[in-house]
């Protein structure tokens, strides 16, 4: 699968933190970023399309990335679906907080303003989905994966782990599957959607 890959390694911490702060708007919009470690901030970003979604894989130090404002950049109307691989991670938004550990995922609307704070080095995978997608479909303020409903803890580590698995392959996996890889992330990601919403 074609993907783009940004990497800070080998440069000046200057322009590291330039480099990733054009990566990170390149694909997400403007957002606040602040380094929590003294050394390099050694951080990677790859890229894939998939069908109608875009995958994005992020390894980085301790650091938080912050949208402090409502958002409306046409180049970036979609949901985001933030899946951690290694580490822990708050994700905030409106009066809701998760923490965020490994196979944990938290589905929200990067319009809305919210921070993610990472005190360790992690890597996780960011699935953006095109707001049509999921236009039908019951979206509160932060979905995640948390849960003590049987079916739905099946459900969702059933899209953990699917969407982990396809993080590790993502550069190795043939173009044509795109397509169908798409499909399955979101036919499974409305199933966990509907079964919470009969399950509240």
């Known amino acids: 699968m074609k993907c783009v890959m940004h990497d800070t390694l080998g440069l000046s911490l200057r322009q590291q933190v330039r480099h990733w702060q054009d990566a990170t708007d390149h694909y ?9 470690c003294d050394g390099p901030f050694d951080a990677r970003l790859t890229a894939c399309e998939a069908g109608s979604l875009r995958l994005v894989t992020i390894d980085a130090p301790a650091h938080c990335v912050l949208r402090d404002h409502a958002a409306s950049d046409p180049r970036h109307d979609s949901f985001k679906l933030l899946l951690q691989l290694q580490g822990v991670s708050e994700i905030r938004q409106r009066d809701a907080s998760f923490s965020l550990q490994p196979g944990d995922w938290s589905l929200y609307d990067p319009r809305v ?4 704070t990472s005190l360790e080095s992690i890597r996780q995978m960011a699935v953006q989905i095109p ?28 899209l953990s782990s699917f969407l982990g698995a ?11 599957a795109g397509a169908a ?3 399955t992330t979101l036919g499974l990601l409305a199933q966990a959607l509907q079964a919470q919403r009969g399950d509240t």
């Open 181 to 183: 890889l798409s499909e």
């Open 28 to 36: 997400f919009g403007p957002l606040q970023a602040q380094a929590f």
């Open 166 to 176: 396809l993080a590790a392959q993502l550069r190795t996996l043939p173009d044509a």
């Open 113 to 116: 303003p919210y921070a993610i």
């Open 131 to 158: 707001r049509e997608k999921l236009g039908h479909l019951p979206l509160g303020s932060l979905h995640t994966c948390e849960t003590d409903a049987p079916e739905l803890v099946a459900l969702h580590q059933v």
